[in-house]
């Protein structure tokens, strides 16, 4: 099963393609999307959506994991990154992936076994189970997005992972 996994934002989005192969999760690609902050947010969800599609085409993943929100404070951030959640999820659908959504805590105790880890035992789990390369310098949402993606793979019924 191939899996893109996405933190959504619209300043900042992270991707990452994921595959579960011979019982191993393997990271196939990650990064993370900027867009111009002086740009409308009309502008901002069209590119990022441009880019999640490039990236779905290229890649060919058979399901997309993406963060549920939860936002306590600011509105505003909330309103636009639910903007692009739901943008990426019409992109998703519409080219046949199957979806899954996951909550911050979820994908914690995914990934460390604990729901309160922090952001650093988060990445320091991902480097150990992916093998990736600490020469490449990458951005909270790149690993939010993996792991979000690992997530998916670790959770998902084997029956749905034979697609």
């Known amino acids: 099963m191939r899996v893109i996994g996405i933190d959504p934002g619209y300043e900042r989005l992270g991707v990452a393609i994921l595959e579960k192969k011979g019982g ?9 999307l900027q867009t111009d902050s002086k740009s409308p947010l009309s502008q901002r969800i069209f590119l990022l959506g441009q880019e999640v599609e490039n990236i779905i ?31 990426i999820i019409y992109i998703a ?14 994908v914690k105790i995914a990934v ?32 939010d997005a993996m792991a979000i ?6 959770s998902t019924p084997p029956l749905l992972q034979k697609i």
Do not use: H
Request: hydrophobic letters at 35%; aromatic letters at 8%.
């Open 112 to 143: 460390t076994g604990y729901g309160k880890a922090e952001k650093s035992q988060v990445k320091s789990m991902l480097e150990k189970i992916l093998k990736i390369e600490s020469n490449k310098k990458r951005r909270d949402d790149e690993f």
């Open 24 to 32: 191993k999760e393997i990271l196939l690609f990650s990064d993370c």
């Open 93 to 106: 659908q519409k080219s046949n992936l199957k979806i899954f959504e996951y909550t911050p805590l979820q």
């Open 57 to 87: 085409k290229k890649w060919q993943p058979d399901a997309l994991s993406i963060e549920k929100l939860f936002f306590t404070t600011n509105q505003k951030t909330a309103m636009g990154v639910s903007e692009v959640r739901g943008a």
């Open 149 to 154: 993606g690992l997530t998916c793979l670790v």
